[in-house]
């Protein structure tokens, strides 16, 4: 699993990756994203035989970034395609519905 920590970092393994990315924007504090992190663990374990990475964005740590991508709400799971954002979704999630945004 990536965890991204600077901006740099975001730029280089999501915006410049060569395969999807799911990332998960989260706080320690956050009760459903704590809910939320055995099912990324899940999708990380699977990312790389189904062409996929997974990375996990502290928004307490960079929230320029969290702003940036109008993060409001957590756990937020965007999905990114050669450096764009697809996909989004807000909230507590299933592993098959995590599984259909990439």
């Known amino acids: ?4 920590k600077t ?18 924007f989260y706080a320690d504090w956050c009760g459903p994203c704590k809910a939320l992190a055995p099912l990324i663990e899940e999708l990380d374990q699977e990312a790389e035989g189904e ?11 960079l929230p320029e970034l969290a702003q940036q991508y109008r993060v409001a709400s957590i756990p937020t799971i ?8 697809v996909e989004r979704n807000v909230g507590l999630v299933s592993k098959d519905e995590l599984k259909q945004l990439i």
Do not use: H, S, T, W
């Open 78 to 85: 965007l999905v990114f395609r050669e450096g764009i954002c």
């Open 51 to 61: 062409g996929y990475a997974v990375a996990k964005v502290n928004v307490d740590a």
């Open 7 to 24: 901006q740099e970092q975001f730029d280089q393994e999501v915006l410049k990756a060569d395969k999807p990315v799911l990332i998960d």
């Open 1 to 4: 699993m990536i965890i991204i």
